[in-house]
């Protein structure tokens, strides 16, 4: 497994290998990310995965600080999997925090995490696109747990040409339902089972929205079943997969997404479903 770190090196040899499949990370690895890997895997064995905790995409600085980094376990995840390359590449040479352009978003107030996280989504295109420029990739592998990251990012790609296709990837869950992430292990044993309800109550009103017309009642009563155990919910809504606003009647594909926080811990997850 090639290790990279240095930019003029990343930009050689990534240009030596054909039909990249690139599945960009921020470390801290498990059965989530080792899931993206293992539908790159399948597709070609020329796989590049990065690992680089984005400083521009955390609006909470001490969220940054205490992001786990794991870069021993993670390399050897990675080499028992049998990537072909890490792109580790340092913040100084991305010149990530200091350019002369800057990304802006437009048309993106859904009222989901664009609004509790100030510049994240900000943050989040303007290191996958820096990453995309200098791997280059005929593919990016994105999980679905983060569904606005993946709807952003694939607006990107079609809005800026990039010959680039975006494979979305199911979320990993645990045994008791929670979605896999680098932030559950910021939680104690006891909050790891209760983080469960979140998963239950979004199934749960995934099964009751049987139409479009009581979608708003369900998102009520799940919500205030949430805030009466205690979770303080930023927000529990029902979206069309396609935009991701509220959906028109018409629409029939349809995804449950929730954001909320345990004491301090913010956790997001989402359901995809199907009305008649
Ligand atoms: O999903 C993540 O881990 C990050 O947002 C990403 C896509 C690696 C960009 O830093």
Redesign the pocket.
């Given at each position: 497994m090639k290790i990279i770190k240095k930019l003029d090196i990343a930009k050689n040899y990534f240009s030596s290998l054909q039909e990249v499949i690139f599945v960009?990370?921020?470390g801290n690895l498990h059965a989530g990310h080792i899931q993206l890997i293992n539908v790159a895997l399948k597709k070609t064995p020329n796989v590049v995965v990065?690992i680089?905790v984005?400083p521009t995409?955390f609006n909470d600085q001490n969220d940054y600080i205490n992001y786990p980094r794991t870069i021993k376990s993670d390399l050897s995840i990675l080499k028992n999997l049998g990537i072909n390359s890490v792109f580790i590449p340092n913040e100084e040479e991305l010149n990530i925090s200091n350019q002369e352009f800057s990304i802006t978003l437009n048309n993106q107030d859904f009222g989901l995490c664009e609004k509790y996280r100030d510049g994240h989504f900000e943050g989040?295109v303007t290191?996958?696109s820096k990453l995309c420029n200098i791997i280059k990739p005929k593919y990016l592998v994105?999980?679905k747990k983060?569904y606005q990251?993946l709807h952003v990012?694939q607006k990107y790609i079609q809005n800026f040409c990039y010959p680039i296709k975006v494979l979305p990837v199911k979320t990993v869950r645990e045994k008791n339902g929670l979605a896999m992430s680098s932030r559950n292990n910021l939680l104690t044993a006891s909050q790891l089972e209760k983080a469960s309800e979140l998963y239950k109550n979004i199934l749960e009103l995934s099964k009751q929205c049987r139409s479009i017309t009581n979608i708003s009642k369900s998102e009520k009563k799940f919500t205030q079943n949430l805030i009466a155990k205690d979770w303080n919910i930023e927000y529990l809504t029902v979206r069309s997969q396609k935009t991701l606003l509220h959906p028109k009647s018409s629409e029939k594909h349809l995804v449950v997404m929730i954001a909320a926080k345990i004491e301090n811990i913010r956790l997001i997850d989402n359901i995809e479903f199907c009305i008649n």
């Open positions: 960009p990370t921020m990065s680089f984005n995409q989040v290191i996958v994105l999980g983060d990251q990012l």
